[in-house]
């Protein structure tokens, strides 16, 4: 069965800090990896991702994918506390059915 | 607990009938979100619905479209005379009070 797992699910760090979100996933015909970042309403889009060891970059935000382990991995530093929010992982499936499973997301808190 | 369940997962339209999509969300959660995914797009809000109220549909298109959430039974996000721009994958994400929110696997509508 297909599926995205984030961890952890939740965090909780102090400004300034770094920190890495984590998402593995067992897809069959793996198209693309989407980071969204969730604060009140609709997701806001990070990244895409589709091949392996390239690393995408968007100020104090980057990603980067591992088609042969299955994971990627979310790095944000210098956290702010406008970087607060859930963070979503969903992975694109390259088939018939054409799927997008999301992960049930972390919440990162970030304290002044 | 199961999960946000969405149906069906595919629908197929004509131009001009009408695509009725279900979204049961998970036990317990009195808020539902609609989204529209385009290709090679994020996701794109489209209206918040509590049980038995629209609280923002903001981002639904003015004329063909409408969402409800009745008290007993899933939420229906309805377009009526469908045109081949509405093809897109619709997603449904549930959540307690206004807090994380959790995706369905989506509904895939295509509108020959």
């Not at chain 2, 149906?7 to 979100?33: D, F, I």
């Not at chain 2, 529209?36 to 809000?45: H, I, S, Y």
């Not at chain 2, 509405?86 to 994380?100: E, G, N, R, T």
Request: charged residues 25%; positive net charge.
């Amino acid at each position: 069965e297909d599926k995205v797992v984030q961890s952890p699910l939740s965090l909780v760090v102090h400004e300034g800090d770094t920190v890495t979100l984590n998402c593995s996933y067992e897809v069959t015909n793996f198209r693309s990896l989407l980071w969204y970042k969730q604060e009140k309403k609709a997701p806001t889009f990070l990244f895409m991702l589709t091949s392996s060891g390239i690393e995408k970059k968007s100020g104090r935000l980057s990603s980067i994918l591992d088609k042969k382990e299955l994971f990627s991995i979310l790095n944000i530093t210098a956290t702010q506390t406008g970087d607060s929010a859930v963070y979503l992982c969903a992975v694109e499936a390259r088939n018939r059915d054409d799927k997008i499973i999301f992960g049930k997301g972390t919440r990162l808190h970030i304290l002044p | 607990n199961a999960g946000v369940m969405q149906n069906p997962r595919h629908l197929v339209r004509r131009r001009g009938q009408e695509a009725r999509l279900r979204c049961s969300p998970m036990k317990g959660h009195s808020h539902v979100y609609w989204y529209r995914q385009l290709p090679e797009e994020g996701l794109k809000f489209m209206v918040y619905l509590q049980k038995e109220n629209i609280i923002d549909e903001s981002g639904m298109p003015k004329e063909r479209f409408s969402a409800e959430f009745p008290k007993e039974g899933p939420s229906i996000l309805r377009i009526q005379q469908v045109v081949r721009g509405d093809s897109a994958a619709y997603f449904c994400a549930s959540s307690l009070q206004d807090l994380k929110q959790y995706f369905g696997p989506g509904t895939r509508l295509t509108v020959t």
